[in-house]
């Protein structure tokens, strides 16, 4: 259930979305008040969602998700992949920097939720890349076709605040999950050990076989939800 429930994606089932809506019409007054556009899946972010009293939630939903916080969600993702990174929520994510915690009160913000609809790591960086493009001028009326392609799609005013700000959020991630960094966590073989793993596995006698920690990486988000349970 929980595992279904936490693909995202062109895989994802439909109630999944059904679930999202409820979450996050019972929001906590616990944690931040994430404004509706920002709220996308409340495990992935730092957002708490009403799971006891006066809950508006069907009972079997706010049990699961009970159960889901007694026992401690967590991302187990040593080296997340960039495809992983993109599809994050960038408000509010879990992959937020402590020590840079923000609030999202700028008329940029409030552009990028409303206008760009921007909702993931991903879109944020997407956005972000205008900055590097060589035709684009840092100012409000740049004539480059990319901000007027923002403008037009938009209605944005000015997609290069907007795309500073995009930029600003992924700057507020951890290195690990800034889907423009590749973050490595775990050690791979070297060239030595893999060719010693491989004599042992064709000669049969060849040693003990070296643990490869990158196998613990996975590539998609519900793959690399686990949860503990002490009973
Ligand atoms: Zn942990
Ligand atoms: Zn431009
Ligand atoms: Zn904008």
Redesign the pocket.
């Known amino acids: 259930w929980l595992k279904s429930y936490l693909t995202l994606g062109p895989d994802r089932p439909r109630w999944a979305y059904v679930v999202d809506a409820l979450i996050a019409r019972n929001i906590s007054k616990s944690g931040p008040n994430a404004p509706d556009e920002t709220r996308v899946n409340v495990l992935l972010q730092t957002w708490n969602a009403n799971l006891y009293q006066q809950t508006s939630l069907p009972p079997e939903i706010s049990h699961m998700f009970r159960v889901g916080k007694k026992y401690g969600i967590h991302l187990s993702t040593p080296e997340p992949s960039a495809a992983l990174k993109d599809t994050m929520p960038i408000w509010y994510p879990i992959g937020q920097d402590p020590k840079k915690r923000r609030v999202y009160t700028s008329n940029e913000c409030h552009c990028l939720q409303t206008r760009h609809a921007i909702r993931t790591a991903g879109e944020a960086r997407a956005l972000s890349d ?1 900055l590097g ?1 060589a ?3 840092a ?1 409000r009326n ?7 392609r ?1 403008r037009q799609a938009t209605g944005c005013e000015n ?2 605040k907007c795309a500073q700000e995009a930029e600003y959020l992924l700057d507020n991630l951890i290195e690990k999950w800034d889907p423009r960094k590749t973050y490595s966590a775990v050690r791979h073989l070297t060239k030595h050990e893999r060719r010693k793993n491989e004599r042992a596995h064709t000669e049969g006698k060849g040693g003990p076989v070296i643990f490869d920690p990158s196998y613990a990486a996975r590539p998609s988000i519900s793959d690399n939800f686990r949860i503990f349970t002490n009973e």
């Open positions: 205008l493009r035709r684009h001028k100012r740049c004539a480059c076709t990319e901000c007027k923002i997609p290069h």
